[in-house]
């Protein structure tokens, strides 16, 4: 068996997907409508609306499948989104990748897939339409065209989902959209006794970029300032932008002094990229900490409040600061640590 290979943006693509807050999420009738109709169009019957997560691919519409989730690294549709085109195997049973695969060798007993990757607006490959049957079939360029008009229907609804939940400029969460994922994860948290720390930021003095360099600069340091977050953190943190130029994490499994460990991190970054991009100026940043006891658990709007108000108190500190010049390399220098 060959387990799918890794997609080379991996780290943005699980991002993009769990910032759409959709993952154990219930069944809708948008989604399984399009499940349904496959079904029936090509006489197959399983259809899915299957989501690549980082070790399992997860079923937002399953028609004829008793399970949600199978492991990603048996699943087909874990190949499907390392490519473009809508990947078919007519025979697992026959191809040398698949056909000592448990899916195959046991039930559902795989002979047919058909998987059309499914994207994000931005064009990350999130996971698939896609049909099987237990006969070996053929399927056709009008067979192709079908499953792929009925693909576009499915990332249409994604798109609603993205519109309302992200972030359009730094493909982050956006306020909307964080408070629906965390607060699914603080639920998790409280159940089973997990810490997690929110890191609250706010850039400093964001306004003199823009004066000074233009507002297309200015959205550039923005999705700079996103990307860093993503690259410092994990694929299971939560990050967000709130609006302006507030920021927000939320650490999954994570402590107060993990969380320090965590901006130190990020200023390091911001610093080492400043320095090789050869930036007029400094991103720096003043942050809020706030831990999340699940013995004592709070909900995300607490936690903001209280993250907002420490973010406040460390802003006022003389060392937080954006300099329009390039500041020097001693840690006094950057941004809090």
């Not at 989902?161 to 909307?176: G, K, P, Q, V």
Request: hydrophobic share 40%.
């Amino acid at each position: 068996m060959q387990p799918p290979a890794i997609p080379a943006n991996e780290i943005e693509r699980l991002h993009v997907l769990h910032a759409l807050a959709i993952l154990d999420t219930q069944a809708e009738e948008r989604f399984d409508r399009l499940t349904r109709i496959a079904t029936r169009m090509f006489d197959v019957p399983i259809a899915l609306v299957s989501l690549v997560d980082t070790n399992r691919q997860w079923f937002k519409s399953c028609m004829g499948l008793p399970v949600l989730e199978t492991p990603r690294d048996i699943s087909f549709c874990g190949h499907a989104i390392l490519g473009n085109d809508t990947f078919v195997i007519n025979d697992a049973s026959k191809d040398p990748r698949f056909l000592d695969n448990p899916l195959v060798t046991a039930a559902p007993h795989i002979r047919f897939y058909a998987g059309r990757p499914i994207r994000t607006m931005r064009g990350f490959k999130i996971g698939t339409l896609c049909l099987i049957d237990s006969k070996p079939r053929a399927f056709d360029a009008e067979d192709l065209a079908d499953l792929n008009d009925l693909a576009v229907m499915v990332e249409n609804e994604l798109a609603a989902i993205e519109m309302a939940t992200m972030d359009e400029l730094t493909d982050l969460s956006n306020r909307r959209g964080f408070i629906m994922l965390t607060e699914k994860y603080l639920n998790y948290f409280t159940r089973h006794h997990v810490f997690a720390t929110l890191v609250f930021l706010d850039l400093n003095g964001f306004k003199p970029i823009n004066d000074t360099y233009g507002h297309d600069e200015g959205d550039r340091a923005l999705q700079a300032f996103g990307k860093g977050l993503k690259l410092v953190g994990r694929s299971s943190d939560i990050f967000a932008r709130l609006g302006g130029d507030e920021f927000v994490i939320l650490l999954a499994n994570a402590r107060q002094h993990e969380a320090h460990i965590y901006v130190d991190r990020l200023t390091t970054y911001l610093d080492t990229v400043r320095q090789q991009q050869r930036q007029p100026y400094q991103l720096s940043f003043a942050q809020g900490i706030v831990e999340f006891d699940p013995q004592l658990p709070k909900s995300v709007e607490q936690l903001l409040v209280e993250g907002d108000a420490l973010m406040y108190q460390r802003k006022n500190l003389p060392r937080c600061y954006t300099s329009l010049t390039p500041p020097s390399n001693d840690l006094n220098g950057r941004g809090p640590a």
